[in-house]
């Protein structure tokens, strides 16, 4: 059977991207964080719309980070290529092109992505993501590869709501990084080896919390206020009584702040 016109102007045009993506030019180096929304299945039409003017704001509020600590950035690591952030559905993706020599960055990638996460919380989004570094694909709005990959299948194991950074990108985190802090993260049933987790660095968003969520930003060093502050905002998730899967990371969450905020100091360094 004969291919007509638009058929074969379609063949062509996939046999040019083919080539394109075959030439290499789009694979890249660099970090890959994914943050995915809690419960979205279990919104109701005007939690949805919140969620959706969330979803946009929280593009936007990763890459204005970027760009207000640009010039500390090129000051210590010389010129390198500004972080994309994109989105599908319930997901932020961000990617950010850095040679491995410059690799420590993702504690700054997984901190600024914590303030996306801290930040979702007034518009009562629970997100929980994960930050990976290696090799992916990008192009077009479109990333896949394996830093893609590690990222987004760990972070969809985690049970809680949070950020952290994956095994194979542990080895760039250094301990005494002030951004982070090393914790067990609670997971899904991992049946496979590659899905564990344990205990990995995830950012300090607990004290970002209480130096800027109202009702406790005032008086951050206060404990049990904290802690109260930060169970009454959880409470404001209406789906969250609604999906048993989602409670399980509620509590886990607030754990993660409670041990946090227990165990360490409020202040926030500079990033």
Not at 17 to 29: H, I
Request: net charge negative; hydrophobic share 35%; glycine share 6%.
């Amino acid at each position: 059977m004969e291919m007509d016109d638009e058929s074969m102007q379609n063949e062509e045009e996939v046999q040019r991207v083919t080539a394109d993506l075959a030439s290499g030019k789009y694979r890249k180096n660099g970090i890959v964080g994914v943050i995915d929304a809690l419960g979205v299945s279990s919104m109701s039409l005007v939690e949805s719309e919140r969620f959706a003017a969330f979803n946009i704001l929280g593009k936007l509020l990763a890459d204005k980070l970027y760009n207000k600590s640009r010039e500390s950035f090129e000051l210590h690591y010389g010129v390198i290529a500004s972080p994309k952030i994109t989105g599908f559905q319930d997901t932020i993706v961000y990617e950010w092109e850095v040679p491995e020599k410059n690799a420590e960055l993702v504690a700054v990638a997984a901190y600024y992505l914590s303030l996306v996460f801290t930040s979702s919380l007034s518009a009562q989004v629970l997100y929980s993501g994960a930050v990976s570094y290696g090799e992916y694909v990008y192009y077009e709005n479109h990333i896949l590869g394996p830093a893609f990959c590690d990222a987004y299948r760990l972070s969809n194991n985690a049970n809680w709501g949070g950020v952290f950074i994956t095994p194979a990108a542990k080895k760039y985190a250094t301990e005494e990084n002030e951004l982070l802090v090393n914790y067990r993260i609670p997971q899904t049933t991992a049946k496979r080896k590659e899905n564990k987790l344990g205990v990995l660095p995830c950012p300090c968003w607990p004290r970002e919390f209480c130096n800027t969520f109202p009702g406790i930003s005032s008086d951050p060093t206060n404990k049990e206020k904290a802690k109260a502050v930060f169970r009454e905002c959880l409470n404001r998730f209406d789906y969250m009584s609604k999906d048993q899967r989602v409670q399980a990371k509620y509590k886990n969450t607030a754990e993660f702040f409670n041990w946090y905020v227990d165990n360490h100091d409020m202040n926030i360094p500079r990033v």
